[in-house]
Nanobody
Framework: QVQLVESGGGLVQAGGSLTLSCVAS????????MGWYRQAPGKQRELVAR???????NYADSVKGRFTISRDNAKNTVYLHMNSLKPEDTAHYYC???????????????WGQGTQVTVSS
């Protein structure tokens, strides 16, 4: 009973910037790692960026140096700051979170419905 809602997607010109947000809500006890994935038509879904409950971050090679992931634990929110966007970044972006719900003693991954990012040349 956890929901993830993404926002911030849209159309942007190549070289521009865009910030995605994902808010987790529901019967949440703690949120562990959170991440962003994307899938373009004809391609496999891939990990874009991931951040732990601490400070550790990791990125796909294709976005290193251009994208930055961050989180606000008080707001149960994760962000993806995207700079120097390229047409090949066009995809549907999905939020992921590993969550422990109240009254439960194990963790589970949850997914948002996604938000479209389109980069024009």
């Amino acid at each position: 009973q956890v929901q993830l809602v993404e926002s911030g997607g849209g159309l942007v010109q190549a070289g521009g910037s865009l910030t995605l947000s994902c808010v987790a809500s529901g019967n949440i006890l703690v949120i562990n790692h959170m991440g962003w994935y994307r899938q373009a038509p004809g391609k496999q879904r891939e990990l874009v960026a991931r951040i732990t409950s601490g400070t550790s971050e990791n990125y796909a090679d294709s976005v290193k140096g251009r994208f930055t992931i961050s989180r606000d634990n008080a707001k149960n929110t994760v962000y993806l700051h995207m700079n120097s966007l390229k047409p090949e970044d066009t995809a549907h972006y999905y939020c992921n979170a590993n969550v422990r719900t109240q009254g439960v003693f194990w963790n589970r991954d949850y997914w948002g419905q996604g938000t479209q990012v389109t980069v024009s040349s």
